[in-house]
């Protein structure tokens, strides 16, 4: 029996995307459109999509054909209601978190957080708006942490670097009995490997160059509404933006006041190259994840690693937690060596990862997190987020198995 697109599964709808929505000249993909301005046959046309009447672009920065095409699949992937893209993924972090938020709020964050989302934190300390960091694993800490003035939740599905998964079903029910906004970062996971709409997520940020892109070659975020969250109740809603359908308040300020007046606009080639990577996203996650198991078990039963961090791992904290949600553990991993001085010589001593910052590539890449990415936090803020100063992050390509394997085997011995 014919399937019709609404019964297709993930990857059919993603390969699909640009197809189903309809493409100049009959092609597969939406072609890049490079316009700045977009000019129109009447003046009450450009008034009508000024004003949100009638649809189309007015100014690249508010968005172009190809960067639309790309948040249509963004949110068919994540089954949400709709989405705004980003020139990267803090500047989609960033856009929530301003946009939505004014002195005076107070925000409840994960306290295991990327480090230049809690750097972003403090700039909003600075601005009058109150942050409390807690161990989001357990619920009742969240809970603990609200006040009169709380007007959101932010946390991570899989925290970087230290692996820690968010009590998420708890922390969407809490937010939905107490109307708060709940926005899930779902970079580490995925779409494909997790909906946070079902766990009852009002936005769900992604960073698009991780995961979705997966190639290294293009920085992009995103912000999907998934439609739990009942807009009309909000408080920080712009009087301008309380127009229409109560359901596309919040998207319409992030969108309004991020790109329109900050400018933190994805640029159409960012956009069509993710597009692309975006098809194989669910090939990419299954091969990496398989790597990341493997490679983690092998860790664990080594006698020169002292600790290992996966998810996949029965031993992690939320291993039940995360087979539960997750349709995979994905490809973050990160581990101590039994010798601390042993880090960065170690590091040195492997020939496959590439020594390097990034994430979600198809090439494993491998940092000593506390001398980097997280040296600026200072010591005592990385003991408070599990982040040993030998602790080192991998992320998991998808190489073949047995090089991964061989490479570290050989590094861990060659001491």
């Known amino acids: 029996m014919t399937r019709t697109p609404s019964e297709w599964g993930f990857t059919s709808l993603t390969v699909h995307n640009d197809h189903l929505s309809g493409v100049e000249a009959g092609g597969i993909h939406k072609p890049l459109h490079t316009s700045v301005q977009f000019g129109y046959g009447s003046s009450a046309e450009l008034v009508g999509v000024f004003q949100g009447s009638l649809g189309g672009f007015n ?69 009058g708006i109150r942050v409390s960091l807690v161990d989001a694993t357990e619920v009742a800490n969240v809970e603990a942490a ?15 670097p230290g692996t820690q998964i968010a009590d998420l079903e708890g922390i969407g029910a809490l937010c939905a009995a107490k109307k708060l906004v709940f926005v899930v970062d779902n970079t580490v996971t995925s779409p494909w490997a997790f909906q946070p709409a079902k766990i009852g997520a009002s936005l769900v940020v992604n960073s698009l160059t991780k995961s979705i892109g997966g190639h290294g070659d293009a920085l992009g975020g995103a912000v999907t509404d998934t439609g739990n969250f009942d ?14 359908d109560a359901g596309n308040w919040g998207l319409t300020q992030i969108k309004k006041k991020a790109l ?13 190259r993710i597009a692309i990577g975006a098809e194989t996203l669910a090939l990419r996650m299954k091969a990496a994840s398989g790597n990341a198991q493997a490679l983690a ?33 994905s490809w973050q991993l990160s581990f101590e060596l039994a010798d601390e001085a042993d880090c960065l010589p170690f590091i040195d001593r492997l020939s496959l990862p590439i020594i390097a910052t990034g994430l979600g590539d198809t090439r494993t890449l491998i940092i000593p997190v506390a ?45």
């Open 371 to 415: 001398h980097t990415i997280f040296w600026e936090m200072g010591p005592e803020r990385r003991e408070s987020m599990g982040i040993a100063d030998s602790l080192i992050r991998v992320s998991v390509g998808i190489e073949e198995r047995e090089d991964i394997l061989a490479d570290f085997a050989a590094a861990l011995e060659r001491r």
């Open 59 to 127: 100014y690249a920065r508010q968005g172009t054909p190809t960067t639309a095409a790309l948040e249509t699949c963004i949110t068919r992937m994540e089954g949400g209601r709709g989405t705004v893209s980003f020139a990267s993924g803090m500047a989609a972090i960033s856009a929530v978190f301003t946009t939505l938020l004014k002195a005076g709020d107070h925000l409840v964050a994960s306290r295991f957080i990327f480090g230049n989302t809690n750097s972003l934190l403090g700039t909003l300390q600075g601005l």
């Open 297 to 329: 078990e092998f860790l664990a039963g080594h006698p020169a690693v002292a600790a290992v961090h996966y998810p996949g791992l029965a031993s992690h904290p939320q291993h039940e937690r995360a087979k539960r949600l997750f349709r995979c553990a």
């Open 231 to 244: 807009w009309s109740d909000y408080p920080n809603i712009f009087p301008a933006y309380r127009k229409g």
């Open 146 to 160: 609200l006040t009169r003035e709380t007007r959101m939740v932010f946390v991570e599905t899989i925290a970087n």
């Open 260 to 272: 329109r007046d900050m400018g933190a606009a994805l640029s159409p080639d960012a956009a069509h």
